[in-house]
């Protein structure tokens, strides 16, 4: 399972011109399921995004997580994360877990963040969404479970 993640003032993301899910500060996790991931993948990888510390503290060094500072997390799914690019100019996906599949460890993901996270936005899994953005930084990392 990946996630990458953009530390943010603020992002949100809209469906057909309707806000689907929207932060201030926080994290904008785009998150990518493989076709092995399982459930304690997505707990370790939740585990690692809530607890990495990509915010300031008071001497301005990154010491802080989002639990820390008390920030918003946009969840967005991203299949395209998984692909697979190697060889050739178009990307392959058989990396990429089954829609099916995907979308039900995408919302367990999503129901184990709102558990343990105060403010927890979301887009619509395999949806077209429109994702709006502020990188704070600018500040992005890939994590793998």
Do not use: W
Not at 46 to 68: G, P
Not at 85 to 112: C, D, H, M, W
């Amino acid at each position: 399972m990946l996630a990458l993640i953009q530390r943010v003032t603020s992002a949100k993301v809209e469906i057909n011109e309707n806000l689907s899910g929207e932060i201030g500060q926080g994290l904008l996790v785009f998150l990518g399921i493989e076709k092995n991931d399982m459930n304690e993948d997505a707990d370790r990888l939740l585990k690692k995004v809530l607890a990495y510390r990509i915010f300031s503290d008071a001497e301005d060094k990154m010491n802080l997580s989002v639990s820390d500072i008390g920030g918003g997390v946009l969840v967005v799914s991203q299949f395209t994360l998984a692909a697979d690019t190697e060889r050739g100019l178009r990307p392959g996906f058989s990396n990429a877990k089954p829609p099916g599949e995907a979308k039900i460890l995408y919302s367990y993901f999503v129901e184990q963040a709102k558990k343990c996270h105060v403010e927890v936005a979301t887009g619509e899994f395999a949806a077209d969404m429109k994702v709006t953005l502020t990188n704070d930084g600018p500040v992005t990392f890939m994590l793998k479970s």
